[in-house]
């Protein structure tokens, strides 16, 4: 009798190996460097790119079969929410300024990364890499896709999220998102892994998806949990990515050590720029709320990031450059953005209110040490010039920051009552910065950053000013998707329409 | 030392992993919050699919949690049989 053998099955380390090898061939019509243009320009060097492995070990055929079970999950959830009320089982119609801003902001910046590494698995030339930024690419656009048709749902019924795309490309407040991965995507690829793998991955989608997401859920949004859960199980495997990334370039030669630490002071003032939006959706804008902005940031900002500044030190590199100023800033930011929110209401695609007496008091047990001091004697006071029909409002234009674009709100380092700038005369221009990480950011690109597209002289250059047929092309409905929440359209419909859901009337 | 973690949704397949987690790490510390589980533990965690297998009763691919999970911290080492995750300080 023949005895069976049972052939060994495959390890997943082996079937990695076996499924990625044959894709790196050497070529022989044209050398690595006409295949690979843009590998050498960045400075960074790259001896055996066989050293890249992802240590997920994502094969292409586990990735479908994964990512169509996610899908299935998503859409399921989607269909309930749709066929149950979903967009009247809110907490509040407030709550729906965050999502606002994220269908706005955030959803195209998916989109725009999906181009990025589209791009970038063809620009590296190691397998590995090329393998886990096609999936990332896939993964991207998988994550504007349903995070637009999730949101779809609530356009049906709400204002301000008809026009996103136009917002995305010409509205003020989205040029933060816009501007951040226009910057990526221009620069070179070993950048643009640092900007997104590393920056918005690592450090952002940890506070955006994680905290916020648990948030949506506690206000009884079913559509953004599960966009966002369903997004955020592909954000681990891309983290994985950043951090091996930059591993890699560490690892791979000494030389890199000075480019890859400047990138990461870059990106992480970047970041921390982009995250005062998310910031004060957190402190703001969710009627109830799991955690502050700031405990959020001491857990996934200052012990996440710290632990992983801590793991490279071995390679030498130090925490970025403005990690304690932004430790000092965490205190302030979403109270400083939101004021500004705000005021500038009337050129905002979705609405502003006055924190209520309950929201303030949540706000100075979160903060105690400087909200009653610096913020609630302001909210007083606009509550004030409210009741006397007098609201705070202001109808100049925002002064942006060349580099992050945000309005110039921000204080300086150690004194939250004065208002930090900074200027830069550049070939007869004048460049206006909200804050030194933002002015040192230019000053070292200063040719990128000088073609920036801002929103504020674009309306001058492209409309002569006229804020009417501004609004027009940005895509805002004046006294129908701007100004306050309190006597909106939107408050009203969910009002009589939740009334309708829960009684015969 | 710095902590790893790792956060699962709040699901029925999540529960024999969170369970797993727990036994195989007994100095991990479990938070739940609103539709998710975050674990951390000191230094390193381990998952192991013979853990959950013998909670679940069938056989476990250990990258099923792939569509579970939110985010983890740490560097990853995943082999048919374990993930691990670990900070090196």
Same mark, same amino acid.
């Given at each position: 009798m023949d005895t069976q053998v049972t052939k060994k099955k495959l390890g997943l380390k082996e079937r990695y190996k076996l499924l990625t090898r044959d894709l790196g061939w050497e070529p022989t019509h044209h050398t690595r460097d006409e295949i690979y243009p843009y590998v050498k320009y960045e400075g960074i060097k790259i001896h +055996?790119? +066989?050293?890249?492995?992802?240590?997920?070990?994502?094969?292409m055929d586990a990735y479908w079969k994964y990512q169509a079970e996610k899908e299935r999950k998503f859409y399921a959830i989607i269909d309930a929410h749709a066929q149950n009320n979903g967009h009247l089982n809110?907490? +509040?119609?407030? &709550?729906l300024t965050a999502i606002k801003i994220f269908l706005q902001a955030i959803s195209p910046g998916e989109y725009a990364a999906s181009k990025g590494f589209a791009r970038m698995g063809r620009e590296f030339g190691g397998v590995g890499t090329q393998v886990a930024c096609q999936m990332q690419a896939l993964d991207e656009i998988r994550h504007a896709q349903t995070q637009i048709h999730a949101i779809s749902n609530y356009n049906k019924y709400y204002?301000?999220?008809?026009a996103f795309s136009d917002s995305r490309d010409r509205?003020?407040?989205?040029s933060v998102a816009r501007s951040f991965f226009d910057d990526a995507m221009s620069a070179g690829p070993f950048e643009f892994m640092i900007a997104i793998?590393?920056?918005?991955?690592? *450090?952002?989608t940890n506070l955006l998806f994680v905290p916020f997401m648990s948030g949506a859920a506690y206000n009884g949004d079913m559509a953004t949990v599960t966009f966002g859960f369903s997004a955020q199980s592909d954000e681990a495997r891309h983290m994985t990515l950043g951090l091996e990334c930059i591993k890699f370039m560490l690892e791979q030669d000494p030389d890199n050590l000075p480019i890859v630490q400047r990138w990461i002071d870059k990106w992480f003032w970047r970041g921390m720029r982009v995250l005062s939006l998310v910031g004060a959706m957190m402190d703001?804008?969710?009627?109830?709320? *799991?955690?502050s902005w700031k405990e959020a940031f001491d857990i996934y900002g200052v012990e996440n990031g710290g632990a992983l500044f801590n793991d490279l030190a071995r390679y030498g590199i130090t925490a970025p450059k403005g990690w304690d100023i932004a430790a000092g800033a965490i205190e302030h930011m979403s109270h400083q953005l939101f004021l500004g929110l705000y005021q500038w209401s009337?050129?905002?695609?979705f609405h502003g209110w006055i924190p209520s007496d309950d929201d303030m008091d949540w706000l100075s047990s979160k903060y105690p040490t400087t909200f009653d001091k610096y913020y609630r004697p302001r909210w007083e006071h606009i509550k004030k010039l409210e009741a006397e029909g $007098?609201?705070?409002?202001?109808?100049g234009l925002a002064k942006l920051c060349? $580099?992050?674009?945000?309005?110039? *709100?921000f204080t300086e380092p150690g004194d939250p009552t004065l208002t930090c700038h900074r200027e830069v005369d550049y070939k007869g221009e004048k460049y206006h910065f909200c804050s030194d990480g933002c002015k040192d950011i230019f000053e070292n690109e200063p040719e990128k950053y000088i073609q920036s597209w801002l929103p504020m002289p674009a309306l001058f250059?492209?409309?002569?000013?006229?804020i009417g047929a501004w609004m027009d092309w940005v895509g805002l409905r004046n006294g129908i998707d701007n100004? +306050? &929440? *309190?006597?909106?359209q939107d408050q009203v419909n969910f009002d009589k329409w939740r009334g309708m859901a829960t009684s015969n009337k | 030392m710095s902590n790893v973690f790792i956060a699962l949704q709040t699901n029925e397949e999540t529960r024999p992993i969170v369970e797993a987690i727990m036994i195989d790490n007994p100095h991990a510390v479990v938070k739940r919050e609103p539709a998710m589980i975050k674990i951390d533990a000191p230094g390193q965690m381990i998952v192991r699919k013979e853990t959950i297998e013998g909670l679940v009763g069938r056989t476990f691919d250990l990258q099923e949690m792939h569509i579970h999970l939110i985010t983890l911290s740490g560097n990853v080492d995943e082999t048919d049989d374990s993930l691990t995750l670990t900070w090196n300080n």
């Open positions: +055996d790119w +066989d050293k890249w492995e992802d240590p997920f070990r994502l094969t809110l907490t +509040d119609a407030r &709550y204002n301000g999220f008809h509205i003020w407040y989205t793998g590393f920056s918005f991955e690592y *450090v952002l703001y804008m969710l009627p109830k709320r *799991v955690m009337f050129g905002t695609a $007098t609201p705070f409002k202001n109808f060349q $580099t992050c674009q945000l309005p110039t *709100v250059s492209e409309l002569g000013g006229d100004g +306050d &929440y *309190v006597g909106s | -």
